[in-house]
């Protein structure tokens, strides 16, 4: 994992866009900066990077460089690369220092493109640096910044580039902070046309390179105004740092996302809000959301990995070696240390498929993360298969709780069985007809049979799937199942005392619809019940996790991850009445339950 340092932010570049336009008066010393380098090493980093401003600018560079490679450590740079088009600096940095990571500024493709952005003759040095650097490090990536000076320009940075298989081209929406917030209305583009802008290049740079590359990125935009390109996103995460400190900071601080929004009355059904950035807040407040087109029409994973990273020793009886060391450095949605008999294990996921405020929201409000018992590819007996962590009893006590990511421990109790029974208990008093919604899994047919049998209750069963159909015929000749979507459900099925949803609610493409569809046949006085699970972390050794995410995707996926607070506000202003609800929270399982019944008619 790299640890990024901004050891000031003086720069020999002047761009129109700079972040720290106001403060490149400010840099740290040469003693803090060593400290930050052993600090790095003692939180297990791998790699340390150094940034700005400009890095390459100080005379330490390579004191600092020669102190990181003693440590064991990688070294890597963001810089302009000016200082790097001296064959000899990166001879000394690539090989006494272990130099293997540069990401690197270029705004143009010609002379005159680039320079209007850093207002510097500078763009044949950031050639040759280019030059010098290419093919001897392992991870070289040039970074665009777009701006209302270049956007049009893309293309031709491409062609200069194209030459260059080893290297990774990207392309990075301005973020509107410093002097680019300063003279917002001149240097941040409108974000749709900088989308198009950068699929065109990636494109058309696709379409002419060789098999060996470039490579292409893009970073800052909303997914959903680069279709087919999702998978191109490049941020600090996906260049795994996981932690960073200012100059002006005393100790590391996770990496986050604070920067970027995703607002929640567009993005909150986006199948694709996991890894994508949203947009930035500074360009929210000034254009709004009208730009986003959300997707909804694709599965979202309901569940994630952490694995391990590495030990801290603590023999029986020893203080908390992570409040002893400073507990900022780690991510509190991100990590977390499993309590062991002498030991602390650090877990660290490195999921796309949830935002930071969903991993956090996950990990310590919902308290939704199990340590998995099996060898299987997914859990499909949670009771058999996971064991519910919860912070360990001394963290609650603790008064660096409120920003440390915790202790982990095993709860002794099955919270899934335990759960469970209020589902069980409701449906052995059911009367009357059942309808069910999504019932191709068939969790409750057994406890459905019984009523059935006891001539209590007629059951009609409605799944898309005409194989998962066939299996429950099969094995449950009490039921009459009918293929269809929850969706679209006809008039000829008729009306019922119940309709049932379980564990099947998320699974809905069409939430609005659905519930719409399953209200109007469901008679005045029935009731509606609907039980399913938010998303969970699965503590998982790094083997087991590697299996499971190579394994073929489920078809049979989920299209959200809605709580009963997401999925009641859903319900609002319809003619039911709550009788029931079953959130989830640190001491339950993460299956939710709401029941209600039917008032009157469905408003026109």
């Given at each position: ?13 002047n761009?129109t ?7 490149r008066?400010?840099?740290d ?8 380098i052993?600090?790095a ?10 940034s ?11 004191r ?5 490679a003693?440590?064991g450590?990688?070294?890597g ?9 001296y ?5 000394e ?10 990401y ?8 005159k493109v680039?320079?209007?952005?850093v ?12 030059e ?6 392992p991870?070289l ?30 392309f ?6 410093g002097a680019?917030n ?11 046309a900088c989308?198009a802008?950068?699929k ?8 002419r ?26 941020d600090?995460?996906t ?11 005393d100790?590391?601080?996770p ?5 970027k ?22 360009y ?6 009208s ?13 994630y ?9 603590r ?23 499993l ?6 294990r650090?877990?660290?996921t490195e999921?796309?498929?949830?935002s ?12 939704q993360?199990?340590l998995?018992?099996s060898t299987k ?6 009771a058999?298969?996971l064991?519910k962590?919860?912070?360990a009893?001394?963290?609650g ?11 982990w421990?095993p709860?002794p109790?099955d919270?899934?069985?335990r759960d469970?029974?209020?589902?069980l208990?409701?449906?052995?008093n ?6 069910d919604?999504?019932?191709g ?5 057994e406890?459905l ?13 409605v799944?898309p ?7 429950l015929?099969?094995?449950?000749p ?6 269809g ?13 119940h ?9 809905l493409?069409?939430p609005?619809?659905?519930?719409g569809?399953?209200?109007a046949r469901?008679?005045p006085?029935?009731t509606l ?23 073929p ?15 009641a506000?859903?319900?609002e202003g ?7 609800r079953?959130?989830?929270?640190r001491?339950t399982s ?10 009157g008619e469905?408003?026109?």
């Open positions: 994992m790299k640890a990024l340092i901004k050891v000031g932010y003086a720069c020999n570049e761009c866009f700079c972040h720290t336009a106001d403060i008066h400010l840099d010393t040469t003693e803090r900066v060593d400290w930050k052993d600090r090493k003692r939180i297990g980093a791998s790699m340390v990077v150094l700005g401003g400009e890095p390459t600018m100080r005379p330490e560079l390579s600092w460089a020669r102190r990181i003693a440590h450590l990688d070294f740079l963001v810089t302009n690369g000016l200082m790097l088009s064959r000899n600096v990166v001879d940095l690539v090989g006494e220092c272990r130099l293997r990571y540069v690197m500024s270029l705004h143009g493709g010609e002379p680039h320079g209007s952005v207002r510097a003759d500078t763009f044949h040095k950031a050639m040759q640096a280019i010098n650097l290419h093919g001897r490090i991870d990536t040039i970074n665009c910044v777009i701006t209302t000076a270049n956007l049009k320009h893309l293309k031709g940075l491409v062609d200069r580039l194209l030459p260059f298989p080893d290297l990774c081209i990207k990075s929406m301005t973020q509107p902070k680019a300063r003279a917002f209305d001149v240097i941040v583009p409108d974000v749709s989308a802008r950068v065109e290049a990636i494109e058309y740079g696709l379409s390179r060789n098999e060996r590359g470039p490579r292409f990125a893009h970073d800052g935009l909303p997914f959903c105004l680069l279709p087919g390109l999702e998978h191109l996103y490049d600090l995460k260049h795994r740092y996981s932690t960073m400190i200012e100059a002006d900071e100790d590391f601080v990496v986050d996302d604070v920067a929004i995703q607002p929640e009355e567009v993005c909150g059904d986006c199948a694709l809000r996991g890894a994508c950035p949203g947009l930035y807040r500074g929210h407040e000034i254009h709004g959301a730009a986003l087109r959300p997707v909804t029409d694709r599965p979202r994973a309901n569940s990995n952490f694995v391990p990273e590495r030990d801290l020793a023999p029986p009886g020893a203080p908390c070696p992570v409040r002893g060391d400073g507990p900022s450095p780690y991510d509190r949605g991100r990590t977390l240390f309590r062991l008999k002498d030991r602390m650090l877990f660290r999921t796309r498929d949830f930071d405020e969903e991993l956090v929201a996950a990990k310590e409000s919902a308290g993360i199990y998995d018992v590819l997914a859990p499909d007996d949670f058999k298969d064991r962590l919860r912070p009893a001394e963290c006590a603790c008064p660096e709780r409120p920003r440390c990511t915790g202790a421990e709860v109790a919270v899934f069985t469970d029974r209020a589902v208990e409701l449906l052995a059911l009367s009357g007809r059942v309808l919604l999504g019932c899994e068939g969790p409750y047919l406890a049979a019984r009523r059935a049998a006891e001539g209590h209750i007629t059951y009609v069963g799944d799937d005409p194989q998962r159909l066939a299996v015929a099969s094995r449950h009490f039921a009459r199942f009918v293929e979507r929850a969706e679209e459900l006809g008039e000829e099925l008729g009306t019922f005392d309709v049932l949803a379980l564990r099947s609610v998320n699974h493409e069409d609005a619809r659905a519930f569809a399953a209200i469901l008679r006085g029935g019940t609907l039980v399913d699970n938010v998303a969970f972390g699965l503590v998982r050794s790094r083997a087991h996790a590697a299996r499971a995410e190579s394994a995707g489920n078809h049979f996926e989920h299209y959200r991850n809605d709580d009963a607070a997401r999925t506000r859903r319900l319809k003619p039911l009445r709550l009788v029931e079953r959130d989830v929270g001491e993460n299956q939710w339950m709401l029941r209600y019944e039917r008032t469905m408003p026109s």
